[in-house]
């Protein structure tokens, strides 16, 4: 009897545990719990471990995506200043004389900035801004402003022996030079421009010239225009044409020999030219990278007289060491019949600097004036 109850209850029991499960299967099961972080520290240490090393990865792929566009757009980046820089270079002139009129050179201080862009790999454009009146100060053009455009070249190299060079503000013969250094001399100080001849240094309004040089030998060729300051009769415009031209030759023992010339002369477009106003020619040979020897003879002919002025110079100016030189000049824009003899030495301050003091005697006459003269470059 108790037998059968105590299997009547457990069915029962079963029956109910039955509906039970039954009735709860229709119920949304309740959300999992959230694990209960590993207070192990070196379980953290792990996780942070692998998540840097993730975020590292991505990074990096990311940046060799940079890199793959930054390399394609320089591949096929187009234009003339492409991957180029430019140069800049600052030159500071200080020039002075006792007493003051003992030198034609002029005192004061004078500054330039010339900028140097490559073009096309080969080719360079320069630009010099000045503040020097001498540099600035073209024909008859007076030009007020204490800082202006002074020079505007390009020079396009189209072989490694043939250049074109166009200067259409500013223009120079010695931007025609076959020496590289020599025309790149804005980069240097120009201490002694007056052991030139003076045609060779006066400014110009613009000009244009071509540049043949071998392995030995190199040639120059350049015609440079400025406007006269008195007009012609007919109202025209009245140019002067300076003719430049240039040969030199390098020896087998590193002897230079450079023969320069050059004619001066108005004329009216398109009528024909009238007769050569002046000319000079100065022959310089350079014995070897600071020796250097030089003559040169002027004319200048004017309505009523005729101006010739000659010079002969000689110069030792090592980089490293005290430097010399000497110069005999005869003539000058306001004395035709000076004698000037000019002595100076030369020191450089490092690679950015030069400083040149000197002594001159003006002979004029049987009198005889000594004075001192003083030159400085520092470059920028």
């Known amino acids: 009897m108790e037998a059968a109850w105590t299997g009547a209850v457990n069915r029962a029991t079963d029956m109910a545990d039955s509906a039970k499960r039954f009735l709860l299967s229709f119920r949304r099961p309740p959300p999992p719990s959230c694990p209960v972080p590993d207070p192990n520290p070196v379980q953290i240490l792990k996780r942070l471990q692998q998540q840097a090393f993730y975020d590292i990865m991505q990074l990096r792929e990311r940046q060799e995506k940079v890199e793959r566009v930054i390399s394609l757009f320089k591949a096929t980046k ?3 200043f492409a991957e180029e820089s430019t140069r800049v270079k600052g030159v500071i002139n200080v020039a002075g004389s006792l007493p003051r009129d003992i030198s034609e050179a002029e005192s004061g201080i004078s500054s330039r900035f010339v900028f140097e862009a490559p073009v096309r ?10 503040t020097d009146n001498r540099c600035m100060a073209q024909e008859n053009d007076q030009i007020e402003t204490p800082f202006a455009l002074s020079k505007l070249m390009y020079l396009s190299n189209i072989s490694d022996s043939f ?10 013969c010695k931007d025609f030079s076959t020496d590289q250094n020599i025309r790149e001399e804005h980069w240097l100080a120009s201490l002694r421009s007056s052991l030139r001849p003076p045609l060779l240094s006066k400014i110009h309004r613009y000009g244009g010239g071509l540049i043949l040089r071998s392995k030995n030998f190199a040639v120059s060729l350049a015609e440079l225009i400025s406007i006269a300051g008195r007009p012609v009769n007919d109202g025209g415009a009245s140019r002067v044409y300076t003719e430049f031209g240039q040969i030199s030759y390098q020896f087998p023992d590193d002897i230079k020999l450079t023969l320069s010339a050059a004619l001066h002369g108005p004329s009216v477009i398109p009528r024909k030219r009238k007769p050569t106003a002046g000319g000079c020619v100065d022959l310089e040979l350079e014995i070897d990278e600071d020796t250097r020897f030089g003559a040169w003879i002027e004319l200048d002919k004017k309505p ?14 090592p ?4 430097g010399w030189g000497v110069s005999l000049r005869r003539g000058t824009e306001a004395k035709p019949q000076l004698f000037q003899v000019e002595g100076f030495l030369n020191l450089h301050l490092g690679k950015t600097a030069a400083v040149q003091p000197g002594i001159v005697f003006n002979v004029d006459g049987r009198r005889c004036r000594p004075g001192l003269v003083f030159h400085s470059s520092w470059s920028l």
């Not at 790999?121 to 000045?130: A, R, Y």
């Not at 250049?163 to 120079?172: D, F, L, Q, Y």
């Not at 980089?319 to 005290?322: R, S």
């Open 121 to 130: 790999k080969k080719d360079s454009l320069f630009v010099e801004l000045s």
């Open 163 to 172: 250049s074109v060079a166009a200067v259409p503000k500013g223009a120079r």
């Open 304 to 317: 009523n007289s005729r101006l010739l002025r000659w010079a002969v110079t000689l110069s030792d100016t």
């Open 78 to 80: 187009v234009g003339p």
């Open 319 to 322: 980089q490293g060491d005290l």
